[in-house]
C-alpha cells in the first residue's frame, strides 16, 4: 500500500485520470463550439499526461530503504522481537575449546553421527553463534531450518553437524517444542561446487522455505533468515532471497577491542531492507 502512496506512483495516475475527464467534458463543446482557448487548454493537459508518462517510464535510480536494526542483547528484547520461524546456516563444526581439539577429525564426525554433542564441546565451538541465533528467538520459535553443505568424497559437509546441533538444542537448550528441518536429511543442504551456482541454489532454497512456511501458517514477518557463518556466496543467495521488507535478515554480533579483536557476549541483529526505485 505505501508503495501506490509515493509520488511516482500518484502522479502518472492522477494526470492520467485527469486527463481522461478533461477529454470526456470537453469533447462534444470543442467539437461544436471550435473555441480557440478551450482546445489549447485540452492539448496542453494531453501534453501534461503525456510528460507524466514519459517520466514514469524512464529508469530511475534505485536505494535500499532500511528499518532500524534491533538488537537483541537482553531478555526483553529476546521476549519482545522473537520470531516463529528460523532459518540458520548451519557451519562445518570447528572446536574452539580443549575438549572439542582433542578429537581427530574421524572421531568428530563418529561423534557427530552418534548424537554427542557432549563430546564435541558445541558451545565452545564455531557452531556457538548458530546456538545463540536460535536459543534467542527460544520464546516463540516454532520452526527452524537449518541450511548446510554437503560433504564429498574429500571432506564431510557441514549437514554432517546438522543432527547433533538441533539435538543439542532440544536436549539442553530446552527447545523440545520446536521442529528442526534438514537435521535428519540433506534436504536443505546445499552442494558448494560454484559461487554463481550456491548462490542460485541458496536463494532458491530460502524461498522455498518461506512458501514451506506460508503452508505452516507462518507469515514473511514471522521468521527471520540468519547469515552468520556462512560461505558468501550462500550469503548473498540469502539476501537476494530477502529483498523484501517482509523477510528480515539477521546476524550474530559482539563488541569488539581497539585492536578489532571481538570480546563480550554473543547477540542477535535483525536487518530489513527493500530496494525501491527513486526519482532525484
Aim: aromatic fraction near 8%; proline fraction near 5%.
Amino acid at each position: 500500500m505505501t508503495r501506490l502512496l509515493k509520488p511516482a506512483t500518484l502522479i502518472p495516475a492522477i494526470a492520467g485520470l485527469l486527463l481522461g475527464i478533461v477529454l470526456d467534458v470537453v469533447k462534444d463543446y470543442i467539437t461544436t463550439s471550435g473555441g480557440v482557448v478551450l482546445t489549447v487548454f485540452v492539448v496542453l493537459a494531453a501534453l501534461f499526461g503525456l510528460g507524466a508518462l514519459w517520466v514514469q517510464s524512464r529508469p530511475h535510480p534505485a536505494q535500499a530503504i532500511m528499518r532500524s536494526p534491533v538488537t537483541l542483547r537482553t531478555p526483553v528484547d529476546r521476549l519482545t522481537h522473537a520470531r516463529r520461524g528460523l532459518i540458520v546456516f548451519v557451519s562445518l563444526y570447528r572446536p574452539m575449546g580443549k575438549e572439542g581439539s582433542q578429537l581427530s577429525p574421524d572421531e568428530r564426525v563418529k561423534a557427530a553421527q552418534a548424537g554427542d554433542y557432549a563430546a564435541l564441546d558445541l558451545p565452545h565451538s564455531n557452531l556457538a553463534p548458530a546456538i545463540t541465533s536460535i536459543t534467542s528467538h527460544q520464546h516463540n520459535l516454532e520452526h527452524c531450518w537449518l541450511i548446510a553443505t554437503a560433504g564429498n568424497s574429500q571432506q564431510p559437509g557441514s549437514v554432517t553437524y546438522a543432527q547433533v546441533l538441533a539435538r543439542y538444542l532440544q536436549e539442553e537448550a530446552g527447545l523440545t517444542d520446536c521442529h528442526f528441518y534438514g537435521a535428519d536429511d540433506d534436504s536443505l543442504a546445499v552442494s558448494l561446487d560454484d559461487d554463481a551456482l550456491v548462490a542460485s541454489k541458496t536463494r532458491d532454497l530460502v524461498n522455498r522455505i518461506f512458501r514451506q512456511a506460508e503452508q505452516l501458517g507462518l507469515q514473511d514477518r514471522e521468521i527471520a533468515a540468519d547469515f552468520t557463518g556462512c560461505p558468501r556466496s550462500m550469503a548473498l543467495g540469502m539476501f537476494l532471497a530477502c529483498l523484501d521488507r517482509n523477510r528480515d535478515i539477521q546476524f550474530v554480533g559482539t563488541h569488539y577491542d581497539d585492536q578489532g579483536r571481538p570480546t563480550g557476549d554473543l547477540f542477535p541483529v535483525l536487518f530489513a531492507f527493500e530496494p525501491e526505485m527513486i526519482t532525484e
